[in-house]
């Protein structure tokens, strides 16, 4: 139930970014709300396989410059982090387009962590929480 969570509060973040960014959006889906929706669904799911898998790894070996930077270099891991999303949806029917690297996906990547954080935040129960 909370991986099905976290899928849905992923689609919601990656939503809004789009609905704030127009250089960021899904791609092959039309124009009917329904499959939009599923787009959404699909690319949360991406979204958070390589949250999950990749960007610890990216994380630890990023370690010393987001030292440096003071945790600045955090955004530009997430941002890369977007990406690799677009990336990898490419080579499916309903793909997420990130347009451009430093504004689209920089500032993607803040609209995605401060709606997830708030949406984390007010919509987990503290059962669903981890410890």
Do not use: H
Request: hydrophobic fraction near 65%; charged fraction near 5%.
């Amino acid at each position: 139930m909370r991986i099905l969570l976290a899928i849905v509060l992923n689609a919601c973040a990656l939503g809004a970014a789009a609905l704030l960014l127009p250089g960021i959006g899904v791609q092959g889906v039309g124009d009917e709300i329904g499959m939009t929706l599923l787009a959404y669904l699909f690319v949360g799911a991406v979204f958070g396989i390589i949250n999950a898998v990749i960007k610890p790894v990216l994380s630890l070996l990023a370690m010393p410059i987001t030292c440096l930077t003071l945790g600045l270099f955090a955004v530009v891991i997430n941002a890369a982090m977007l990406m690799l999303t677009a990336w990898v949806t490419s080579f499916f029917p309903m793909s997420f387009v990130v347009d451009s690297f430093f504004w689209d996906a920089i500032l993607g990547a803040v609209i995605v962590a401060v709606v997830s954080a708030l949406l984390n935040r007010f919509l987990m129960t503290p059962a669903a929480r981890p410890a």
